[in-house]
């Protein structure tokens, strides 16, 4: 089967998770890439000759949160040239590969491309559960606005597909058929890990203006962090930064006590699979992120916070046994029950 898999550029864990599925793929069937930015390379270097590049929309940060007004003007900006560059692309494409079959990671160009040349969509990704699940938490009055605005990207992403497979770590109640629930999609070398509970507590960042950080986790003297998205290396006393690398980084999620975080999808599923406690930060004005939060603390495996600060972390290490106790009752059978979901939808074609 001929396969045509988007990705977006937007984060890197879209990238990531998509590469688990397309490793997958590729057993059996002849399978296309197309993306954008950062994801566009990272996956052309793991899968040559297979990755069209794409233009993709970027969010703008500032001070970690989502600048709303900044990411509108960015993308009627680039509007007019992205458009023409994927019209391009969607005719090489469209004389070049034809395929029986298309996975959308909340992408929109290959979505397109199947609506033209009525084709099958699978949509695989954690985002749809906003708008096909019923959310087992009260929206707090300020994050009503995003709430909606998030409800409505996702209704318009990528709509009317064969089926929904959503991965997650919390299960609420489907309202919209057809979807499946499965557990998060993770990365061989975290399933090859046995994890350790060591000293350190990891600390990811995804704004690199959070420059009250390092004071703040200096002011918790007796704890020792690891912390990652400053992309430098430097010793702080109880703070120490490290440029980014994969194995460096496993090495120490799987051996952490505890990791901080905002709100992003992958990170946390791939704490929560080590049974890592979670004191997530979400990006403010990125609902996505806050239900990611909401989860952590609803299941009792973390705290959920609106900003970085000691006060914040010192709570969380209170409870951090309890949470602990907690996690120890999280079981994953890898990726099989994804596979297995995308088998059967496969096997109706």
Same mark, same amino acid.
């Given at each position: 089967?001929?396969? %045509? ?9 879209h ?10 793929? !590729? ?30 929309? $970027?969010?703008?940060?500032? =001070?970690?949160?989502?600048? +709303?007004?900044?990411?509108? @003007? ?9 458009? *023409? &560059?994927n ?5 090489e !494409? ?6 029986? %079959? ?23 990704? =954690?985002?749809?559960?906003? &708008?096909? @699940? =019923?959310?087992?938490?009260r ?21 009317g ?13 489907? +309202?919209?058929?057809?979807?499946? !629930? ?13 994890? &350790? ?34 992309? *430098?290396?430097? $010793? ?25 975080c905002?709100?992003?999808? &992958? ?12 004191? /997530? ?21 973390g705290?959920h916070?609106?900003?970085?600060? /000691? ?12 949470? $602990? ?18 088998? *059967? ?5």
């Open positions: 089967m001929r396969i %045509l898999y988007g990705v977006p550029g937007e984060g890197m864990g990238a990531t998770r998509s590469k688990v599925v397309v490793d997958y793929l !590729l057993k059996k069937h002849d399978v296309r890439i197309v993306s954008s930015s950062r994801a566009q390379r990272f996956l052309n270097e793991s899968f040559p000759g297979r990755v069209s590049e794409i233009e993709g929309f $970027h969010m703008a940060y500032k =001070n970690a949160r989502v600048d +709303k007004f900044k990411t509108a @003007c960015s993308i009627l900006k680039n509007a007019k040239g992205s458009l *023409r &560059s019209f391009l692309k969607y005719m !494409l469209s004389k070049t590969f034809l395929p029986d %079959l298309v996975i959308s990671d909340f992408e929109s160009f290959a979505f397109w491309f199947a609506l033209q040349h009525r084709l099958p969509i699978i949509s695989i990704d =954690n985002m749809q559960i906003i &708008s096909r @699940c =019923n959310l087992e938490f929206i707090p009055r300020q994050e009503k606005e995003n709430y909606w605005i998030a409800k409505s990207i996702i209704r318009a992403k990528v709509p597909c064969r089926n929904y497979l959503i991965t997650t770590f919390f299960y609420p109640e489907i +309202k919209k058929q057809p979807t499946v !629930l499965v557990p998060p999609i993770l990365r061989d070398k975290i399933l090859a890990r046995k994890p &350790s509970r060591g000293n350190h507590l990891v600390v990811y960042q995804t704004s690199e203006s959070q420059d009250k950080l390092i004071g703040d986790l200096q002011a918790l003297g007796r704890e020792t962090f690891h912390v990652y998205g400053f992309n *430098r290396g430097e $010793h702080h006393g109880n703070v120490i930064l490290k440029t980014f690398s994969e194995d460096g980084f496993i090495d120490d999620l799987a051996s952490c006590k505890g990791v901080i905002n709100g992003g999808f &992958s990170l946390i599923s791939e704490a929560v699979y080590l049974k890592k406690p979670v004191c /997530s930060i979400p990006i403010q004005n990125q609902f996505e992120q806050f239900v990611n939060a909401a989860y952590i603390e609803k299941l009792g495996y705290r916070f609106g900003k970085m600060a /000691s006060d914040s972390i010192a709570a969380f290490l209170y409870e951090i046994e309890r949470f $602990h106790d907690n996690l120890a009752g999280y079981c994953q059978d890898g990726n099989e029950l994804l596979f297995q979901a995308l088998e *059967r939808e496969m096997e109706k074609l």
